[in-house]
């Protein structure tokens, strides 16, 4: 059965670093999400991306964070410069046609620890 | 703005017994529902949706109804098995939002005793 996949599957980084996160979603969904869980909370949304651009985006998603679809296979999360308080599990998630009734297909996820 | 409240774990059962997670929402209009299940290690499943009022989702033998008058979507299951001992999440889309984000409840976990 085609899944999502995320690598890494834990990133340690200093404050102020730049770091990537890396999802291939299933091959032919159009629709890509990334979320994110702190520790101890709610799964909180970021980002929505389809046909190349963000679709929708919360307010955590602010200046430092950026999205690509670099290639035909590859979604990634940008953190330009991370806080401490960006420490947290975050997740790829991928849909077929983007509707409120399509199910998203959720990767394992990356752990990110910010130092 | 749109919400969902579930009810805090951790839940402990002991095997065959019948399990409840309650889950309320607060949305203007009709949502779309979702009950999403992570297993230890794992990402999130979608164990069952429901997409209209009184549509039941069912999958695994877990249930939910959608029921509009009291904004509700419990997750029920008459007899429980080890194997899902887990993190169970309510979620919502709400139709007429951009992006089709999910909201998320606090996530319940469950653990199944043998």
């Known amino acids: 059965e085609p899944e999502v996949t995320q690598t890494p599957s834990h990133q340690v980084t200093q404050m102020g670093q730049e770091v990537i996160l890396r999802c291939v979603p299933i091959s032919n969904h159009l629709y890509f999400y990334w979320y994110r869980q702190i520790l101890g909370q709610k799964v909180e949304f970021l980002v929505s991306?389809?046909?190349?651009?963000?679709?929708?985006k919360s307010e955590i998603f602010d200046d430092q964070f950026s999205v690509e679809r670099p290639d035909g296979s590859n979604f990634t999360l940008k953190i330009r410069s991370t806080k401490l308080e960006d420490s947290a599990m975050y997740f790829c998630a991928s849909s077929t046609n983007g509707g409120s009734t399509d199910t998203q297909y959720f990767g394992p996820g990356t752990r990110l620890t910010v130092l | 703005g749109n919400s969902v409240t579930q009810m805090e774990g951790p839940v402990t059962l002991s095997e065959e017994a019948f399990l409840t997670i309650n889950c309320t929402y607060t949305a203007t209009g009709y949502p779309s529902l979702f009950w999403y299940v992570q297993y230890p290690g794992e990402g999130l499943q979608l164990l069952l949706k429901a997409t209209k009022a009184d549509d039941k989702g069912s999958n695994k033998g877990f249930e939910a109804t959608y029921r509009k008058e009291t904004t509700s979507f419990h997750l029920e299951k008459g007899s429980v098995q080890v194997s899902d001992s887990a993190v169970y999440f309510c979620a919502l889309i709400h139709k007429e939002a951009a992006g089709n984000k999910l909201t998320f409840g606090g996530g319940t976990r469950v653990l199944v005793k043998p």
């Open positions: 991306f389809y046909n190349n651009e963000i679709s929708e």
